[in-house]
């Protein structure tokens, strides 16, 4: 099954499940990409709802990822947008979905997830107990630093990149997810 088959049918799925949620859900999460975001259905549920996030969807579904994110978690995912995939150098995400690369592609993408849920003021508040810089320990092994520049929260990357923290907050049945303005990359050895 390519990987457009594969997202074409989680998104479908998805959406069938959230319309009814729609209709029935009090909204208090922030959007994404316009988008509302049901903080009773998990991680996966709201990625593939979100118009900004297809290239992480099909990453996620291409590294295998899709039912460990259904799960029970609690899961903190710094997800990026399809424009931070985009500002990659050209032809790095067609080579990371291809089959040979699934090792890294998987490192990337779990290095974008830690196996505890942190809201932005818990983040905040490691920041400022760790005297403005809070390691954090994802679930691909990288350590990222957390920091705060002009009131957001900024997370730099193994090779010194640093991603913005666009959308805060965002509740998941299973985590939250954090939006993020650039792919976080683990060290380049």
């Known amino acids: 099954m390519s990987i457009t088959t594969k997202t074409t049918t989680i998104l479908g799925a998805a959406a069938f499940t959230l319309a009814g949620a729609f209709a029935a859900s009090a909204q208090s999460n922030p ?10 259905r998990n991680i996966v549920e709201n990625a593939v709802n979100s ?16 039912e460990t994110l259904m799960g029970e978690g609690p899961f903190t995912v710094f997800a990026p947008t399809d424009d931070a995939f985009a500002a990659l150098p050209a032809g790095s ?4 979905l291809e089959p040979r690369n699934s090792d890294r592609l998987t ?7 830690v196996a505890a849920e942190a809201f932005s003021d818990a983040i905040g508040g490691m920041i400022a107990d760790d005297g403005g810089a809070h390691p954090i320990e994802t679930v691909g092994g990288c350590v990222f630093t957390a920091r705060m520049q002009n009131g957001q929260i900024m997370i730099e990357d193994e090779q010194g990149r640093m991603a913005t923290v666009t959308i805060a907050d965002v509740d998941q049945s299973n ?4 939006v993020i303005d650039t792919v976080l990359l683990p060290s380049a050895s």
């Open 31 to 40: 959007t994404v990409g316009g988008a509302p975001m049901l903080a009773e």
């Open 51 to 66: 118009p900004i996030h297809t290239t992480l969807v099909a990453a996620v579904t291409e590294a295998g990822l899709v």
């Open 93 to 96: 995400v067609e080579a990371l």
């Open 107 to 113: 490192q990337i993408l779990t290095c974008h997830v």
């Open 175 to 178: 985590g939250v997810i954090h």
